[in-house]
């Protein structure tokens, strides 16, 4: 799902929530134009409870290394 966000900085690719997992890709800074007068951030986003998101990591391995590094970020502070 497309999605915009007014974030004062770019969304992380990976997060995790109380009880929900985001996986957002294709992540673009998106200026005010003369057409649109949107000023934030634009990203392909799916979501998945963490359950989902365990089935999905165990079929296809993807986003290990970078769902590592987040779990560090939060755990470390």
Same mark, same amino acid.
């Given at each position: 799902? $497309?999605?915009?966000g ?5 969304? $992380?690719? /990976? %997060?995790? !929530? &109380?009880? *929900? #997992?985001?996986?957002? &890709?294709n992540?673009r ?8 007068? @949107? +000023? =934030?951030?634009e990203? %392909?986003?799916? *979501? @998945?409870?963490?359950? +989902? ?5 165990? %079929?296809? !391995?993807?986003? #290990? &290394? /970078?769902?590592?590094?987040? /779990?560090?970020?939060?755990? =470390? =502070?």
């Amino acid at each position: 799902m $497309l999605v915009r966000g007014t974030q004062e900085r770019q969304p $992380l690719a /990976l %997060e995790f !929530g &109380k009880d *929900t #997992v985001y996986v957002r &890709k294709n992540i673009r800074r998106i200026e005010k134009t003369a057409e649109d007068d @949107f +000023e =934030g951030w634009e990203y %392909e986003e799916n *979501t @998945f409870t963490y359950p +989902e998101y365990v089935k999905k990591q165990q %079929e296809d !391995g993807d986003n #290990v &290394k /970078l769902a590592l590094a987040e /779990l560090a970020e939060i755990v =470390g =502070g």
